[in-house]
């Protein structure tokens, strides 16, 4: 075996190892989320039987049925993109690792473009974003029973980062469904003060009578989050930096391989 085969054979089962992973990963996704959407009762009785507030937060069908499409449609990307460059890898197959490598490229200029976007046009970018989640917050609060996805994404979003609505409290009353069912609360409970040990509502007077002291009426999570991003900068721009350093490994493997099996080829005529 020359060092030009013995090269070709070491790119060609890395690259075999790496869409593996994320071939297995992305089956286990599709199979979970179909698991969910067909049979989604057996979850929920499990769910019932675990004694915690946390995970009864969960044991909503419309929770668990949104939740198993979402997981579908991710597992399918990872499946698909990952299938062809284990399958182009294995039969070095050509047609398949040029369409590997297109997917992957093309992920790529789309994360770079957006970035663009966002750092070109950061004050349309603002305003369209803050409108987007002002219109999530419009099917917020039907009931605890009816809670939803987007009903759980926001009170989870509100107690970790300390904030209520996009820009306060005022955001909930485009709401109906928060209008209808409210009674005499004022702001959400997940607007409150949390105890950090029980994560219960500090002062049981908060949502009905909500103060500066006792709630984050007037924080509003947009800025919250920035806030977050801007304080964990190091870590956020290392996991941008590292998904683009795999993504090009992963381009740069291909283009490798591709070129060895035509050269590997033409040698053979």
Known sequence: MGASECGMWLIKYI???FNFIFFVLGTIIVGAGAWLALDKNS?????????NENIEHFAQPAIIEQSAILLIIIGAICFFISFLGYCGAVRESRCLLSSYALFMVVLLIAEIALGGLLFGYKDR???????????TISRYYKSVEERDAVTMMWDHIMVEFQCCGVNN???????SDWLEKKGNKTIPETCCVMDESSMTVRYPECSTDPTESNSY?????YDAFLNWIISHRDIVVGVLLGVAAIELFAIFLTICLYRSIAK?????L
């Open 15 to 17: 690259l075999c190892f």
């Open 43 to 51: 979850l929920l009785s499990i769910l019932r039987l675990v004694k």
């Open 125 to 135: 970018v603002k305003d369209e974003t803050k409108n987007f989640l002002t219109g």
């Open 169 to 175: 409290y005022h955001d909930f009353e485009k709401s």
């Open 217 to 221: 009426m007037n924080r509003g999570c």
């Open 264 to 268: 590997h080829r033409a040698m053979r």
